[in-house]
Nanobody, 115 residues
């Protein structure tokens, strides 16, 4: 069974930075489209960023210019560098792997942006 494990969340002040990591196992990581989603309290889960196996990226308008998604296939890991964080970025962040008709999710990591 595939496993995705997120890490790197925490409490940060507005304007600060965090880097989330997602380590994948038991999947052919390099062929999957990897994504980060987030879900704030009382809201639906939303797509934050995606990265293809070839490294093409896409971002939600709300995070463009502030967040950067990247991957290291040799480490089976995808990252989300988050800069200039805002209180509205507060959410549980989930890693997702999609491909071959399957989708896998991590357990989530909490990000809280507050002074």
């Amino acid at each position: 069974q595939a496993q995705l494990v997120e890490s790197g969340g925490g409490l940060v002040q507005p304007g600060g930075s965090l880097r989330l990591s997602c380590a994948a196992s038991r999947i052919s990581f390099s062929i999957y489209i990897m994504a980060w989603y987030r879900q704030a309290p009382g809201k639906q889960r939303e797509l934050v960023a995606t990265i293809t196996s070839g490294g093409s990226t896409n971002y939600a308008d709300s995070v463009k210019g502030r967040f950067t998604i990247s991957r290291v296939n040799a480490k089976n890991t995808v990252y989300l560098q988050m800069n200039s964080l805002k209180p509205e970025d507060t959410a549980v962040y989930y890693c997702n792997a999609g491909g071959l008709g399957r989708a896998y999710w991590g357990q989530g990591t909490q990000v809280a942006v507050s002074s």
